[in-house]
Structures are given as C-alpha cells and as structure tokens.
C-alpha cells in the first residue's frame, strides 16, 4: 500500500472502504489491519507502553507500523482507537512523525483529521442515510461504536440530510454501489 496518498480525510474513509471492499456494517477495523502486510497490532497489555492518557499509538518500525491499543477499554472504543490510528497511517501523518502518542483530547490537525476519518469509516454518512438510521442508539448498534461517538454522527447525519448532502463525490457513489446488497438486506428486514 501507498502509505500517505489520501489527502482528506473523509476521501480517505471512503477510499479505504473501497480498496478493502468493506461490503457490511459494522466495519471489522481488525480484518483491515490483517490485510495490511505491513501493519500490526499490540495490545497494550503486552507491552505497557501507553501514557496514561492515551488510547493508542502508532510505531514506525523499520518499514512496517505497529498500532498499539488501550485493550483494556471497551470494545467500541477500541474499535474506534484503531480506526484513529488506521488514520494516522493511511493519511501519512506518520511519515512527518516517527512516534507520537496521541489522545483524542489533543486538538490539533491531524488528530481531527484521523478522528473524521475513523468516524466516516466506522460511520459511513450514505449507508446511514439509506437505512435511515439517524438516531444515536440506532448508529451505535448498527456500527457498533459508542454511544457518545454515535451522538456525534447523529448530529452530523441531521445537517447532512437538511443538505441532502450525498452522492456529490463519485467515491461516495461508488461506496454506496458497494453496500448494495448490505442496504437492500437490511431494509427488508425492518
Ligand atoms: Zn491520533
């Protein structure tokens, strides 16, 4: 993979979910990661090397990268530290940083860019919009995030359908092709 060509974030969601061929929800972060050759994961427990108030890290490693996680946080939100760090790697911000623990508390640039793009990842806005699942509880079940990251895109799918803001980027067209039969499954059942 070309580390570093995705240079918007939410492009970058959208380009990830198409080369990985990401076809359901919730978006298994783990099997992206497997596919990568050249990312692995570490459970922090294993290697004790988070800061207190950190939930993930990414290493640069000879040519490879090592995302270290918080295990011990819950599911959902290791979910989310791991697309963050995903992020981080595959908008290339890690070939400007060797190493940099990060937080979400941290406002910077690139730590909301890796931020959008986990939650356009995790969350895509389209596949939302056609199963007009735009509650928090209904977001977080179907994705399989927390509640609270769940409120944020709730709020963000609400302006976003005010807009009708979809299908203006050919990616996103493409995504939506993607899901097909994800969307089409999905609806008939409710
Ligand atoms: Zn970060």
């Known amino acids: 993979m070309d ?3 995705y240079k918007n974030a939410r492009n970058a969601a959208w380009q990830c979910i198409l080369d990985y061929d990401i076809k359901t929800l919730p978006i298994e972060v783990t099997n992206i990661v497997r596919k990568s050759n050249d990312i692995n994961l570490v459970k922090n427990s294993d290697v004790n090397i988070l800061q207190n108030n950190a939930s993930g ?3 640069v490693n000879n040519n490879s990268f ?3 996680y918080r295990d011990t946080d819950s599911s959902r939100r290791c979910r989310f530290t791991i697309a963050h760090e995903l992020g981080h790697i595959l908008l290339g911000h890690m070939l400007v940083d060797k190493i940099a623990y990060r937080t979400f508390a941290v406002q910077n640039d690139t730590e909301s860019a890796a931020n959008v793009f986990a939650r356009d990842l995790l969350a895509p806005a389209c596949v939302l919009h056609e199963l007009k699942a735009l509650t928090a509880e209904e977001i977080s079940r179907l994705c399989n995030i927390s509640l609270e990251a769940a409120t944020y895109r709730a709020n963000r799918m609400h ?3 005010k807009r009708n803001a979809f299908y203006k980027h050919p990616l ?3 995504v939506i092709k993607q899901f097909n039969q994800f969307i089409n499954k999905n609806k ?3």
């Open 172 to 174: 996103e067209q493409k």
């Open 159 to 161: 302006e976003l359908e």
């Open 188 to 190: 008939s059942q409710s």
């Open 3 to 5: 580390y570093g060509k």
């Open 57 to 59: 890290v990414t290493i």
């Open 66 to 68: 090592i995302i270290v």
